[in-house]
């Protein structure tokens, strides 16, 4: 028998444009009408942490190993507050998702030591009515984005007041 050539059709899956693999989860998420008003992020003294364990112990592969799951734990958690709620989500191949309507918010607390005021970091945790509350550790610039979330609450709060009033002079 002579060499016969076989032609082989691989069946082609419907790509991911440029725009949509760039989208993080947060983004990908919000309900229909929803826009983020602010992106938190941590500061890079939070890499500090990886940085310091890989040159310390970057001989032993103990070094390696929590140098990359600090990696990993920073590139997957996100932060950000929309115009109707406030989000956390961290995690890689399980996401776990913390979130609370500004309307639930209750109280806000923000921890700066004096290093954290020099290089602009402090944890932020958020009290909500009923769902709990939301931390965010080691964040960088934690006042503005607690502003955010006290101006998207402060947003919030008229535009219900204003359909109240739209809603009772249709009556």
Known sequence: MGNAR????????PRQS?????????????????T???VGRFHWL???????ALIIFGW???GLIYFIYEMIRLITTEFAVTDR????????????????????????????GVIGRIFGFGNLDIDGR????????????????LKAVNEARSAAERAAVDRLAEDISHR
């Open 6 to 13: 076989v032609r082989l059709s691989l069946v082609q899956t």
């Open 18 to 34: 440029r725009e949509d693999a760039l989208m993080t989860y947060i983004e990908k998420h919000l309900n229909q009408g929803e």
């Open 36 to 38: 983020i008003v602010r």
């Open 46 to 52: 939070w890499y500090a942490r990886a940085w310091a």
């Open 60 to 62: 032993l592969i103990v």
């Open 85 to 112: 709620r406030l989000i956390r989500k961290t995690g890689f191949i399980a996401a776990n998702v913390d979130q609370m309507s500004l309307e639930a918010i209750e109280g806000a607390s923000l921890r700066q």
């Open 130 to 145: 009923g769902e709990g509350e939301v931390d965010f550790p080691i964040m960088a610039a934690p006042a503005k984005f």
